[in-house]
């Protein structure tokens, strides 16, 4: 089988790189330190390309790499990727939008605490002028205060916690979560944006869209309590920075914390004139820790799109996320895993598949069954299979796609059954997702599971006889190969095993599983 080759246009961390170079079915390039010019005449070898800010995917950048499935932007922001030329390309478009939260979190609550305190000049003045003058720093206390937090996602609900910590009255304005992720918090809930403005300080953490520009402007600030302290540590030109520039030079904003800015860099920006803004550049995502969990969250996109197993995060999605409920975007990749494993256990014609949803879930179906069928399709076909295609090659192969939505039983919430008939006969699987992000399969055939769908897996059954287990674990071990996790189910007199393991595991090892007197089947599957 040939490799999948993931080209690194830019530089990520180690471990990122030791991920790509260690998997066996990947040639892994690491351009990042090439020419541009020179990186675009090897973009024709590329199946998936992670990207950071330095490289622009534009329409150029496409036409070079005519192979190209994927793009995984390192990082969350993707403001040098065209999406909309990516999509008429069929490329997928991923980014990493959880990795840096903690580095963006604790940026913005630095912010704030430097800007109730004066923190930054206060130690210029000792440091650089020598002058011991403790009576030009008084500064006011966060407690009691109002915080007014826009968008109220991963970082903006984590600052609101730490906040909450100082004993500060938090706020949070988001029209696209359930409010209950807010007062569950002990946090207020507030659809009224009037509400956020007559707060003392005002924190955003929203994407910038055609929503979000612009969306602190001048009439807004005219709303706001004199002496409001403004911080920004998402994206440039969600505050019209002349407007910001204005009210801080009147003082009508007493302080305000940026950590970015519409044109970057940011060095010739007139607002780093004024004495009343603590700036950084743009290091929201700057420690070590985010930096490692972006290169290794960015490498398994890149994998998991380059087998066509799931596009983690993609963005440009065949439906509109603003019209899905937040904990939808997990379904949506568990589903492509259950099917991408299903079909890679049963290497069959594909007669039919059919879904079965559960709990809320079951009112998303037709986007879900689309997500099946690329991962189905994407071990199946050669060609190109994207969001938009998939149903139609479906129905160009004669697969007969049935939906069913069932009524709520059992111990979860929302539920997944994805049942492949092939003329082997049928094979099904079901999942569900805990904590609103962790996928989870937790049935294989009437054999009760619960592991997370990624890694090298070994699908063991067999009678459930002594031995059993000592005889894999050994076979494993002979032949250097770390078992990661084991998960044993047993049903009538039959077993299952799925064993995860470290290593890819060749044919030879498999048939020699497979020589066990009880073993009833063995398959493997890489997701």
């Known amino acids: 089988m040939s490799k999948y080759t993931i080209i690194v246009c830019d530089h990520i961390h180690k471990s990122g790189l030791d991920l790509l170079s260690k998997d066996a079915e990947v040639e892994m390039l690491n351009l990042a330190d090439l020419p541009k010019d020179a990186l675009k005449k090897e973009l024709h070898k590329a199946d998936v390309a992670i990207t950071r800010s330095s490289t622009d995917v534009d329409t150029s950048f496409l036409e070079s790499a005519p192979k190209l499935r994927a793009v995984v932007r390192a990082g969350v922001g993707v403001d040098n990727v065209d999406i909309e030329s990516s999509s008429k390309k069929g490329v997928v478009v991923m980014n990493v939008p959880t990795a840096n939260t903690i580095a963006a979190v604790e940026l913005t609550c630095a912010h704030i605490l430097s800007a109730i305190r004066n923190y930054p000049d206060a130690n210029a003045q000792l440091k650089v002028e020598r002058k011991w003058k403790r009576e030009d720093w008084y500064g006011t206390e966060l407690k009691d205060k109002k915080l007014g937090i826009i968008g109220f996602g991963n970082i903006g609900s984590r600052v609101g916690k730490r906040m909450k910590a100082f004993e500060m009255e938090v706020i949070a304005y988001d029209p696209y979560i359930n409010p209950a992720k807010a007062t569950d918090a002990g946090i207020t809930y507030t659809r009224n944006f009037?509400?956020?403005?007559?707060?003392?300080?005002?924190?955003?953490?929203?994407?910038?869209?055609?929503?979000?520009?612009?969306?602190?402007?001048?009439?807004?600030?005219?709303?706001?309590?004199?002496?409001?302290?403004?911080?920004?540590?998402?994206?440039?030109?969600?505050?019209?920075?002349?407007?910001?520039?204005?009210?801080?030079?009147?003082?009508?904003?007493?302080?305000?914390?940026?950590?970015?800015?519409?044109?970057?860099?940011?060095?010739?920006?007139?607002?780093?004139?004024?004495?009343?803004?603590?700036?950084?550049?743009?290091?929201?995502?700057?420690?070590?820790?985010?930096?490692?969990?972006?290169?290794?969250?960015?490498?398994?996109?890149?994998?998991?799109?380059?087998?066509?197993?799931?596009?983690?995060?993609?963005?440009?999605?065949?439906?509109?996320?603003?019209?899905?409920?937040?904990?939808?975007?997990?379904?949506?990749?568990?589903?492509?895993?259950?099917?991408?494993?299903?079909?890679?256990?049963?290497?069959?014609?594909?007669?039919?598949?059919?879904?079965?949803?559960?709990?809320?879930?079951?009112?998303?179906?037709?986007?879900?069954?689309?997500?099946?069928?690329?991962?189905?399709?994407?071990?199946?076909?050669?060609?190109?299979?994207?969001?938009?295609?998939?149903?139609?090659?479906?129905?160009?192969?004669?697969?007969?796609?049935?939906?069913?939505?069932?009524?709520?039983?059992?111990?979860?919430?929302?539920?997944?059954?994805?049942?492949?008939?092939?003329?082997?006969?049928?094979?099904?699987?079901?999942?569900?997702?805990?904590?609103?992000?962790?996928?989870?399969?937790?049935?294989?055939?009437?054999?009760?599971?619960?592991?997370?769908?990624?890694?090298?897996?070994?699908?063991?059954?067999?009678?459930?006889t002594p031995g059993v287990i000592g005889f894999v674990g050994t076979t494993l071990a002979k032949h250097n190969i770390n078992i990661a996790d084991f998960r044993l189910s047993r049903y009538g007199k039959e077993a299952l095993a799925l064993i995860i393991v470290d290593d890819a595991v060749a044919q030879n090892v498999l048939d020699e599983l497979s020589s066990l007197k009880a073993c009833i089947s063995i398959k493997y599957a890489v997701l």
């Not at 598949?353 to 986007?367: P, V, W």
């Open 194 to 464: 009037d509400d956020i403005l007559s707060c003392d300080i005002i924190t955003i953490h929203t994407p910038k869209n055609k929503e979000t520009i612009n969306i602190i402007d001048a009439p807004q600030i005219a709303k706001m309590k004199d002496g409001v302290i403004l911080i920004n540590c998402a994206r440039g030109g969600l505050y019209n920075e002349d407007a910001l520039y204005a009210a801080l030079e009147s003082g009508k904003v007493r302080w305000a914390g940026i950590d970015v800015f519409t044109k970057e860099p940011g060095t010739s920006n007139k607002l780093l004139d004024l004495k009343n803004i603590y700036v950084t550049p743009h290091i929201g995502a700057n420690t070590l820790e985010s930096q490692e969990k972006i290169a290794i969250q960015a490498a398994q996109a890149a994998l998991e799109a380059a087998r066509g197993s799931s596009f983690p995060n993609a963005l440009n999605l065949p439906i509109k996320e603003n019209e899905l409920p937040s904990f939808m975007k997990a379904y949506l990749e568990l589903v492509q895993k259950m099917a991408f494993f299903a079909i890679q256990v049963n290497k069959d014609e594909v007669r039919s598949i059919t879904l079965e949803a559960e709990g809320e879930i079951k009112e998303y179906l037709s986007s879900l069954s689309t997500f099946a069928l690329v991962g189905i399709l994407n071990a199946t076909v050669g060609d190109k299979v994207n969001y938009v295609n998939a149903p139609y090659v479906a129905q160009e192969r004669g697969i007969e796609v049935q939906l069913k939505s069932m009524e709520s039983h059992g111990i979860y919430k929302n539920k997944l059954k994805l049942t492949l008939l092939t003329q082997k006969g049928t094979f099904s699987v079901s999942g569900t997702v805990f904590n609103e992000n962790t996928p989870k399969i937790i049935d294989v055939n009437n054999f009760a599971l619960d592991i997370e769908p990624k890694g090298k897996m070994i699908l063991f059954r067999n009678d459930d």
